[in-house]
């Protein structure tokens, strides 16, 4: 037996039963995450069913050095959730409670391996609800929004995950527990938690986590714009900025995204639209009456080709089931696809449309093009198929081209995927080397030994280029492997 079983050996001796698993068919399912096209076998998952569990697996780790990633459901579009070589995944899924609502100071106390509508689902009730919405909330987790500080379409009005994270207990790289934050929506001094949220796993583990709820809106006016090309799409949104209006969403897809979204759902989008806008104006009822005169007076002068609003509850959500279900719908027309999560100044939407569809053109890769268009957060889909040679490396070609105009743009490498494995590479283009250094040094207060989510985030001397053919640069770091 090696010094690496020994130590499993030792693990499993702290843990009940069950709880370490290292047979090679189980553990297949965590080799990926939400980025398909690579994958890394885990030396083993690890599978706690309390806050204690967790902490104990994460001491082990810190005591042998033996690296580790969190995880929930998986959905993570960078790599984020990747495992590390020689090192062991803990998987989060079973901390699944929600240990307290509290509906008068609207705060709800949660574990980690929680799905995000399960918190609105509870909260309901007591006529609330949880804000950050990404596309995948049926199944992703909190601990997983908290540590990519996830947004959603509605995080126009809303914010992301870190505006509705007031507290949490967790347990930190080094083993040490921590408690940041409080209950009070109003707590005073650092803002702890909102350094934790959006750490991508690099500091530890979030074991319990204090959320904001919000009342849930009053009315809502949801309206399905078509227009003739995707930078009108992109310049209605500027208008509707411009106007003063501040719509709960608004997100815009391609012709691409729509032919995916009807072979999905058959959500009834117009038919011949190059793009359509969705914008939810939502709030007291006297108010959403007020800015529906507003909006139809501003769409009106973007030239639409058609104006649909939703009348019933059945029309709004047929609208939404179209646009919650792209990433997934995309599988209808085209085997495989990497996402991208760059972002740039809403006033220059249309113009990176247009640059997106120009790099399509000259690589030869379809791109479909869906993203919360008020705060400039693209989410392009790069179409290619694995089995056909060179187009992965085209694909990671028309990637890396569209991250370099977000950042010459004067935007950023990432809304809400985070930098994961997949744009780590672009990290010192977007800040300076002091930055950087202070990333590092923040990092290391927490975690030490780097053993939390090892190799995610920061580039290194050997740091991997998306645009290089053949063989991905972290395989031939002996990182990852590719199928």
Known sequence: MNSTQQALARLTQLLPPDRVRQDAAFNAAFESDGL???????????????????????RW??????????????????????????????AL???????????????????????????????????????????????????????FNSGGAHCLKYGMTSNHVVGMKAVLGNGECVEFGSASTDAIGADFPGLFTGSEGLFGIATEITLRLLPKPEQFHTVLVGYRSLQAAGDAVSAVIESGLLPGAMEIMDALSIEAAEAAVKCGYPKG????????LEGPRERVQYETRQLSEVIARTDPFAVHVATTLAERLAIWKGRKCVFSAVGHISPDFLVQDGVVPRNRLGEALVRIQQISRDVGIRVANVFHAGDGNLHPMILYDGNVAGEFDRAEEVCSRIIKVCIEMGGSITGEHGVGMEKREFLPDMFDPATVDLFHRIRRAFDPLEIANRGKMFPGADAPSLSMSGLHPLEKQGVISRE
Do not use: M, W
């Open 61 to 90: 780790c810190h005591d042998e050095a033996i690296p580790f990633v969190a995880r929930g459901s998986g959905t993570s579009l960078s790599g984020g959730s990747l495992p590390v070589a020689n090192g062991i995944v803990i």
């Open 36 to 58: 398909t096209a690579f994958h890394q076998k885990p030396l083993a998952v690890v599978i706690p069913e309390s806050s204690d569990e967790v902490i104990r697996t994460v």
């Open 93 to 147: 899924n079973r901390l699944n409670k929600i240990l307290d609502l509290d509906p008068v100071n609207r705060t709800a106390v949660v574990e980690p391996g929680v799905v995000n509508i399960k918190v609105t689902e509870a909260a309901s009730k007591h006529g609330l609800y949880f804000a950050p919405d990404p596309s995948s909330q049926t199944v992703c987790t909190i601990g997983g929004n908290v540590a």
């Open 273 to 280: 639209c190059a793009a359509v806008l969705i914008v939810e």
